[in-house]
């Protein structure tokens, strides 16, 4: 079955390191996101990654892959209270002839000053 | 420009009211998705057509209709409402990629619909 896994909440100070865990069961992903949620607003992409790298990094983030032991990380350098917001990773899975994605618990980071 | 819409961005109705939520995508891409958001901010796909033609349907009361009248346009349809149906509804869209000869289809999202069932 198809499980995706994370802490519910994560404090830090402005200009600390964020990392926000995943775990998920489908060894068969062959991709995985991370998505970023404001209060009332919808999902905006941050960032993916494939299955067959370990690390991408893109400006303030860095995703790590652990595909052993199916851990996804997401981290975010000097983290500003603009941040804050639900963090959501998800994997992807062929379904039907379709792309199905299913997400995560979310991660509430809340930046405090 | 707004890649992804829906509308309304508000619902609140009865129950046992018919409702209609409405979802456009200007980025052509060939394949939407309804997602359900509720109250523990859990999300869970509902729905995904590729070209008009339903690819997914995960276990959705048969009250909940979705209609795709071209590649652009995904509605969501619901009859007889329950309290239960009160959540987020996201539309989100994507385009079937091809790279490293591995299929990759990143979904962006709309702004979701706030339904509220009383």
């Known amino acids: 079955g198809e499980d995706v896994e994370q802490s519910l909440f994560l404090s830090v100070r402005e200009g600390d390191s964020s990392v926000i865990n995943c775990t998920y069961t489908d060894s068969s992903s062959t991709y995985l996101y991370w998505y970023k949620q404001e209060p009332g607003a919808g999902l905006q992409l941050l960032t993916y990654i494939f299955s067959n790298m370990d690390m991408k990094q893109d400006q303030r983030l860095t995703v790590l892959l652990n595909k052993k032991d199916k851990h996804l990380s997401l981290r975010i350098a000097d983290t500003q209270t603009g941040d804050s917001a639900i963090y959501f990773c998800a994997e992807s899975s062929l379904t039907g002839g379709g792309n199905k994605l299913t997400f995560g618990t979310g991660t509430q980071l809340k930046v405090e000053l | 420009d707004t890649a992804v819409s829906q509308t309304p961005k508000y619902l609140v109705t009865q129950m046992g009211n018919d409702k209609s939520i409405k979802c456009e995508q200007n980025l052509g891409h060939d394949t939407m998705y309804w997602y359900k958001q509720d109250s523990k901010k859990f999300l869970k796909i509902m729905f995904s057509?590729?070209?008009?033609?339903?690819?997914i349907n995960e276990t959705v009361p048969n009250r909940f209709s979705p209609k795709s009248p071209d590649k652009a346009h995904l509605n969501l349809h619901i009859n007889s409402l329950e309290l239960g149906d009160s959540a987020v509804y996201f539309c989100?869209?994507?385009?079937?990629?091809?790279?490293?000869?591995?299929?990759?289809?990143?979904?962006?999202f709309g702004p979701g619909t706030r339904l509220l069932v009383l």
């Open positions: 989100a869209s994507s385009q079937h990629l091809d790279r490293d000869r591995v299929r990759q289809e990143t979904q962006y």
């Open positions: 057509y590729n070209n008009k033609e339903l690819i």
